[in-house]
C-alpha cells in the first residue's frame, strides 16, 4: 500500500467506523458464536502472497464482527462504561502514524512533554493537590500507565522498595528476604482483583481489610488489622484505597485512613479507576477528599473520560519514590535531583520499556470537549447529579438507594433470571459481581441508569436514557 492508496483506504476505514458507531444499536450486543468459531473461517497459515485492501476488508462483516461484543452498543451494561469519542480516534491515528516509542524524553520530546503537561491539565480537573503536579520544578507528577493495575502494581513496587530501604537503614542484621517475609499490603474487602494481583507478582503478603454497611474502609477497621499484624511482627507497607469498587462503586473513606496511613508510615494509593472521572465536576469532587494524604492515585480516562483504551492517568507525589524502585540503589541517589529538574524519563515509571504517544488522546479530548463539555458529559449520564445504586434484598424488594453508589444490585436469582435471557437474546449485556450476600452487575453508567424490578413473575428492564424511557420485558 502507497501513500495514494492509503488516503484512499483511510477515509473508507472512517466511513466504516462512522456507520459502524452510527447503527450499532441494530447489531446483537452479545454475539452468538461458540469457542473456536474463528479458527476454521480464516486459512491455516499466513499467505505466502500478499492479499487486497478489498480481501482483507470484506472479511471484517464476515469474519470478525459475528464475534465481537459490542462495548459501545446502547445495550451494553457488562464490566464498565469503555470509553470512545471522534477525538479520541482521530488523535490514536496520528499516533500510529507518528509511531514513535518514547521510553526517554530524547526518544521524542514531544511524546514525553505532552504527556507532562496533559496530566498537570487533568491533575488541575480534578484538583489534586499541587504536590501531584509536575508544575515547572515539582517533585510530583503524572504518567499514562495503559492499565489502573499497572499504576496499583507500580505504586506497590514503588512502596515495597521505600521501605526495604528504610527498614535496612533501622535494622542493617534483616536482609532483605527477611523483611519481604514481613511486608504487608492492604485494601479493602471490595477492592478490586487487580490489588491482590499485585501484591501476588510484588510477591507480599496482602490482606482485606473488612469494609462497613456501606462497603467502605473507615479508619477503625485499617488501624485494628495494622495493630495486630504490627503485634505479631509483620511489617505493613502499603494500603490502596478504593474509591468507587468494582462491585458497587462505594467509597473508602480517606479522610480517616489517611492520616493513619501517614502516621504509620503506609503508602496509601488511590485506585479510583472507575469513579475518578466524576471528580473533574465540583459536586463530585468531595469523594477525592483526602487524597492530599496520599502518595498516588489513579483512574482511567479510558472508562469515563471519552479518551479510548488505553489511557490510565497516575500521578505521584514524589516522583523519586517511583522512580526509585526501578532503578539501582546508587543511581536513585544520584538522580534523586535531576529528576525532579527538566528531564522525564517515563520508562522509569513503567514497567515496560516502550510506550506510546497515548497523551494525544488525551489532548484532542480535553481540548475538544473544553472542561464544560467533559462536565456535562459525566453529568448527562450520572442522572440529576447522583452517583446512585439501587439496592435490593434477597426478596427481590428494593431496599435502598445509596447515593454515592453508582451500580445496582438484584438478589441472585434475578440475576441469574437476567443473565439467562437477555444475554441469550442477545439484547443485554451484564457482568455478575457479589456483594456480601446479594449479587450486582454494574451499570454502564457513561450512558444510562437501569432499574430491576419485578413485576408479577417476570423482570422488567428499564432503561432511563436521558430521561426518557424505554422498557424491555422477558
Ligand atoms: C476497572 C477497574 C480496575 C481495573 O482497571 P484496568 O485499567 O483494566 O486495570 C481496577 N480498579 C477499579 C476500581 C476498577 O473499576
Known sequence: MDAAEFRKRGKEMVDYVADYLEKIEKRQVFPDVEPGYLRPLIADC?????????????DIEKIIM????????????????????????????????????????????????????????????VNLPEEFLAGKDGQGGGVIQGSASEATLIALLAARTKTIKQVQSEKPELTEAEIMGRLVAYASDQAHSSVERAALIGAVKIKSVPSDETFSVCGSALK?????????????????????????????????????????????????????????????????????????????????????????????????????????????????????????????????LGRRFRSLKLWFVLRMYGVKGLQEHIRKVTGNGLLGCLWWDGKGRRAGCLSTLHGFCTPQKAQETVLGSSVQQGCCSFAPCKVTISYHGRIKGAIRFVLIFRKEKSWNLEFLQYGTTQSLSN
Not at 499466513?46 to 470484506?58: G, I, M, T
Not at 465481537?68 to 491515528?93: E, G, I, K, Q, R
Not at 499484624?229 to 462505594?250: E, Q, V, Y
Open 224 to 352: 485494628k488489622v495494622l495493630d495486630e499484624d504490627k503485634a505479631a511482627g509483620l511489617i505493613p507497607f502499603f494500603f490502596c484505597a478504593t474509591l468507587g469498587t468494582t462491585p458497587c462503586c462505594s467509597f473508602d473513606k480517606l479522610l480517616e485512613l489517611g492520616p493513619i496511613c501517614n502516621k504509620e508510615n503506609i503508602w496509601m494509593h488511590i485506585d479510583a479507576a472507575y469513579a475518578g472521572s466524576a471528580f473533574i465536576c465540583p459536586e463530585f469532587r468531595h469523594l477525592l477528599n483526602g487524597v492530599e494524604f496520599a502518595d498516588s492515585f489513579n483512574f482511567n480516562p479510558h472508562k469515563w473520560l471519552l479518551v479510548n483504551f488505553d489511557c490510565s492517568a497516575m500521578w505521584v507525589k514524589k516522583r523519586s519514590d517511583l522512580i526509585g524502585a526501578f532503578k539501582l540503589e546508587p543511581l536513585y541517589l544520584q538522580h534523586h535531583h535531576q529528576e525532579s529538574g527538566l528531564v522525564t524519563d517515563y520508562r522509569h515509571w513503567q514497567i515496560p
Open 46 to 58: 499466513a499467505p505466502q502472497d500478499p492479499e487486497s485492501f478489498e480481501d482483507v476488508f470484506k
Open 66 to 125: 459475528p464475534g465481537v461484543t459490542h462495548w459501545h452498543s446502547p445495550y451494553f451494561f457488562a464490566y464498565f462504561p469503555a470509553a470512545c469519542s471522534f477525538p479520541a480516534l482521530l488523535a490514536d491515528m496520528l499516533c500510529g502514524g507518528i509511531g514513535c516509542v518514547g521510553f526517554s524524553w530524547a526518544a521524542s520530546p514531544a511524546c514525553t512533554e505532552l504527556e507532562t503537561v496533559m496530566l498537570d491539565w487533568l491533575g488541575k480537573m
